[in-house]
């Protein structure tokens, strides 16, 4: 199985800054590769596909990079409703595995 | 628009059965490989399983945690996803939600239902 590992687990950051999240694959998933952001009470949403493609709706505030084994999630301009759990997942093979996900609070 | 339902959660004992239900609409349920994720109380998220399209033979794959106690089912007719869960374990206590994989270019969960919670407990 294809491990995901994410870091930080969590991160304090204030509206208007720019954070980073990193998730790692045990191995190659080339571009196989999704970011999904949860809010509290609520199902996951797909932020990123195919490691840098926006869905369509998510703000550009949001940007998705990396091939292989690393991947970053940076969002610019903290905005309130960013303010929730992310977390990437590889579909380069099953089963289809999540990484431990990235609380971002204020 | 665009909409999973799921239903048939509840509270069940270690050992017991329950069948989950995802009703979909808003698009061509036999065009989309359809799957289970699972959220655990304060958890991350857990692939369960997968069906594939009526065109791949609606085959089926499943992680190691469920195999051979959980099926995945779906019925073309009814725009219906289904997880019969048998043997339940204490472990399998979560949010089950149905999932569906986006259309050609989308290899990823682009539509989410609301989840139905499963509690095993004796």
């Known amino acids: 199985d294809i491990q995901m590992t994410q870091s930080p687990s969590s991160l304090s950051a204030s509206v208007g800054d720019r954070v980073t999240i990193t998730c790692r694959a045990s191995q190659t998933v080339s571009s196989d590769f999704n970011w999904y952001q949860q809010k509290p009470g609520k199902a996951p949403k797909l932020l990123i596909f195919g490691a840098s493609t926006l869905l369509g709706g998510v703000p550009s505030r949001f940007r998705g990079s990396g091939s292989g084994t690393e991947f970053t999630l940076t969002i610019s301009n903290l905005q309130p409703e960013d303010f929730a759990i992310y977390y990437c997942?590889?579909?380069?093979?099953?089963?289809?595995?999540f990484g431990g996900g990235t609380k971002v609070e204020i | 628009e665009v909409k999973l339902e799921e239903s048939g959660g509840g509270w069940v004992q270690p050992g017991g059965s329950l069948r989950l239900s995802c009703a979909a609409s808003?698009?061509?349920?036999?065009?989309?490989?359809m799957d289970w994720v699972r959220q655990a109380p304060g958890k991350g998220l857990e692939w369960v399983g997968r069906?594939?399209?009526?065109?791949?033979?609606?085959?089926?794959e499943y992680a190691a945690s469920v195999t051979g106690r959980f099926t995945i089912s779906r019925d073309e007719s009814k725009n219906s996803l289904y997880l019969q869960m048998n043997n339940l374990k204490i472990e399998d206590t979560a949010l089950y939600y149905c999932?569906?994989?986006?259309?050609?270019?989308?290899?990823?969960?682009?539509?989410w239902g609301q989840g139905t919670k499963v509690t095993v407990s004796s």
């Open positions: 999932a569906r994989v986006g259309p050609p270019g989308i290899d990823a969960f682009d539509i």
């Open positions: 808003g698009f061509i349920f036999s065009d989309h490989y």
């Open positions: 997942q590889q579909t380069y093979s099953t089963p289809l595995t």
């Open positions: 069906s594939r399209k009526k065109g791949e033979g609606h085959t089926t």
